[in-house]
């Protein structure tokens, strides 16, 4: 497939994202942190157009070229405040997505393959924000309506597999055919002492247990500003619990399901965080993760099953196994790490996207390894490095814990 044709798929993916959603809610904020639903069908747009545009061609509409050129970093307690009203009819928006698609149609022939790469990459990082956005929504607000139980795979019995002393290959060479971004850059060796991780990601049901043994209100187990987060917002369980009765339940895409026990539970770093503190243990370092997934070599191959709306359960993929025997690692929830998100040697911003990276070297992002159910295959590469803040719940993403 070209990139061209890699450009135009990822168009309709984010479109028929977009078509899940009933016109009355693409108003709504669903995820405070984040914008209204009806800034994405402009951003996208605006920034192909931003990206791609030759230097002589004058802007698609100045205005919304402006409006919908950056979105924002969720930073809790910065929250933005506009109003449905403050945004254009969601007739001029798709008139303008149109218009930009037409002016780029001679364009995108031409344009250097990196550009391409780019806007393919951020059109489908937006399409799994999106999917993450639409589940938070209310199921009446979206088109589809699904029924039916949770896959449950068979038994397995938790456990941790040691992983010996060796080498983690980080990062991607400057001149590897695949495509990476600035921050995946240079490859590095990093020597790891020995340890021990899950061999599973924690589930719902023994996040379950931590819950139940009082996590949650236990201040010993939580980071000072994380506590301070916790108890600001009364978050008092996963963004997508719902306790019914004495029980709980599971927010799907598209219906409400009984917990299930063995998928993955979906929680911020904080809260992954808290858990690794109460079984005495931590979350992994991303040269730990590195090297529990790929081994010493490095390995380069991409695991992918087809999307799905929902995590499958932690042991589904029992012959996706890393070389040293860790599952699941790859595609089922992103997992959280401890190590913050800063340059590898050899950083150098792209010039065609100079924020993409560089402004989130702050000291106060984590790095998150593996993909979810919702991620695009292209970018469940092995340097990918994705990043978030550590009081952010929406995104999917779990965890597993190691040990020395």
């Given at each position: 497939?070209?990139?061209?044709s890699r450009l135009?798929?990822a168009?309709?993916e984010?479109?028929?994202?977009f078509?899940?959603?009933?016109p009355?809610?693409?108003?709504?904020?669903?995820i405070?942190?984040?914008?209204r639903?009806?800034f994405y069908?402009?951003?996208?747009?605006?920034?192909d157009?931003?990206?791609?545009r030759?230097t002589?061609?004058?802007g698609?509409?100045?205005e919304?070229?402006r409006?919908f050129?950056f979105?924002?970093?969720?930073?809790?307690?910065?929250?933005?405040t506009?109003?449905?009203?403050d945004w254009?009819r969601?007739q001029?928006?798709?008139?303008y997505?149109?218009?930009?698609?037409e002016?780029l149609h001679?364009v995108i022939?031409?344009?250097?393959?990196?550009?391409l790469?780019?806007?393919i990459?951020?059109?489908?990082?937006?399409?799994?924000?999106?999917s993450y956005i639409l589940?938070q929504?209310?199921?009446?607000?979206k088109?589809?309506?699904?029924?039916?139980t949770?896959?449950?795979?068979g038994?397995?019995?938790p456990?941790?597999?040691?992983?010996p002393?060796g080498e983690a290959v980080?990062?991607?060479?400057?001149?590897?055919?695949v495509?990476?971004?600035?921050?995946?850059?240079d490859?590095?060796t990093?020597?790891?002492?020995?340890?021990?991780i899950?061999?599973?990601k924690v589930?719902?049901g023994?996040?379950?247990r931590?819950l139940e043994?009082?996590?949650y209100?236990?201040?010993?187990?939580w980071k000072?500003d994380?506590?301070e987060?916790?108890s600001?917002n009364e978050?008092?369980h996963?963004?997508l619990w719902i306790r019914r009765g004495n029980?709980?339940?599971?927010?799907s895409?598209f219906?409400?399901?009984?917990?299930?026990?063995d998928w993955?539970?979906?929680v911020s770093?904080?809260e992954?965080?808290?858990?690794a503190?109460?079984?005495?243990?931590?979350?992994?370092?991303?040269a730990?993760?590195?090297r529990a997934a790929y081994?010493?070599?490095?390995a380069?191959?991409?695991?992918?099953?087809p999307?799905?709306?929902?995590?499958?359960?932690?042991?589904h993929?029992?012959?996706?196994r890393s070389p040293?025997?860790?599952?699941g690692?790859?595609?089922?929830?992103?997992e959280?790490?401890?190590?913050?998100?800063?340059?590898?040697?050899?950083?150098?911003?792209?010039?065609?996207y100079?924020g993409y990276?560089?402004?989130?070297?702050?000291?106060r992002?984590?790095v998150?390894?593996?993909?979810?159910v919702r991620?695009?295959?292209?970018?469940?590469r092995?340097?990918f490095?994705?990043?978030?803040q550590?009081?952010?719940?929406?995104?999917?993403?779990?965890f597993?814990c190691?040990?020395?």
């Amino acid at each position: 497939m070209t990139l061209v044709s890699r450009l135009l798929a990822a168009r309709q993916e984010t479109d028929a994202l977009f078509g899940e959603i009933r016109p009355e809610a693409m108003y709504d904020r669903p995820i405070p942190e984040r914008h209204r639903v009806v800034f994405y069908v402009g951003h996208l747009e605006a920034f192909d157009w931003n990206l791609l545009r030759g230097t002589g061609e004058a802007g698609a509409h100045a205005e919304l070229d402006r409006l919908f050129a950056f979105g924002i970093d969720p930073v809790g307690g910065n929250l933005p405040t506009d109003r449905p009203d403050d945004w254009p009819r969601l007739q001029t928006v798709h008139d303008y997505r149109d218009r930009v698609r037409e002016r780029l149609h001679g364009v995108i022939d031409s344009a250097a393959p990196q550009l391409l790469h780019v806007a393919i990459e951020h059109r489908l990082m937006h399409a799994e924000t999106l999917s993450y956005i639409l589940h938070q929504m209310p199921f009446e607000r979206k088109r589809s309506r699904a029924t039916g139980t949770a896959l449950q795979n068979g038994a397995f019995v938790p456990g941790s597999v040691k992983i010996p002393a060796g080498e983690a290959v980080l990062g991607l060479r400057r001149d590897s055919p695949v495509f990476g971004w600035d921050n995946e850059y240079d490859e590095h060796t990093v020597h790891v002492p020995g340890f021990a991780i899950d061999r599973y990601k924690v589930t719902n049901g023994e996040f379950l247990r931590f819950l139940e043994a009082g996590g949650y209100s236990n201040r010993a187990l939580w980071k000072a500003d994380d506590w301070e987060w916790r108890s600001a917002n009364e978050i008092s369980h996963p963004a997508l619990w719902i306790r019914r009765g004495n029980g709980w339940s599971y927010r799907s895409m598209f219906n409400e399901l009984p917990l299930p026990p063995d998928w993955p539970v979906y929680v911020s770093h904080a809260e992954g965080s808290a858990y690794a503190r109460w079984v005495g243990k931590s979350l992994p370092t991303e040269a730990e993760w590195q090297r529990a997934a790929y081994g010493d070599a490095g390995a380069t191959g991409i695991y992918s099953d087809p999307a799905t709306w929902d995590p499958m359960p932690v042991n589904h993929a029992e012959a996706s196994r890393s070389p040293f025997g860790v599952i699941g690692m790859i595609a089922n929830g992103w997992e959280w790490t401890s190590t913050e998100f800063a340059p590898f040697p050899g950083f150098r911003p792209f010039s065609c996207y100079p924020g993409y990276s560089e402004p989130f070297f702050d000291g106060r992002h984590y790095v998150l390894k593996g993909g979810s159910v919702r991620t695009a295959p292209c970018m469940l590469r092995r340097s990918f490095r994705n990043w978030f803040q550590p009081h952010y719940q929406y995104v999917y993403a779990g965890f597993r814990c190691v040990s020395c």
